[in-house]
Nanobody
Framework: QVQLVESGGGLVQAGGSLRLSCAAS????????MGWYRQTPGKQRELVAR???????DYADSVKGRFTISRDNAKNTVYLQMNSLKPEDTAVYYC????????WGQGTQVTVSA
């Protein structure tokens, strides 16, 4: 079973930046589309960015131009660089495959203060 471990969240002021990391176990990472998702209380988890094996990316409209997803297949790691953060970006962020699998990591909390 693949394990996903997210890190890098924290408290930041609006306009600030954070870089999230997700380490995945297993070789399947290298042949899989990966994504970053986020969830706030009372709302469904949403996909905000995804990246193919070859590095093609796609973003939700709400983060386009501010977030950048990348991956290092040698390290089995996917990243999310978040710039110009807004209070509405506050959420728990998770990485997973696209489409997602049932096994989720613990996520990492991102809190953006106004």
């Amino acid at each position: 079973q693949v394990q996903l471990v997210e890190s890098g969240g924290g408290l930041v002021q609006a306009g600030g930046s954070l870089r999230l990391s997700c380490a995945a176990s297993g070789s399947i990472f290298r042949i899989s589309v990966m994504g970053w998702y986020r969830q706030t209380p009372g709302k469904q988890r949403e996909l905000v960015a995804r990246i193919t094996v070859r590095g093609s990316t796609d973003y939700a409209d709400s983060v386009k131009g501010r977030f950048t997803i990348s991956r290092d297949n040698a390290k089995n790691t996917v990243y999310l660089q978040m710039n110009s953060l807004k209070p509405e970006d506050t959420a728990v962020y998770y990485c997973n495959f696209v489409p997602s699998r049932d096994s989720w990591g613990q996520g990492t909390q991102v809190t953006v203060s106004a």
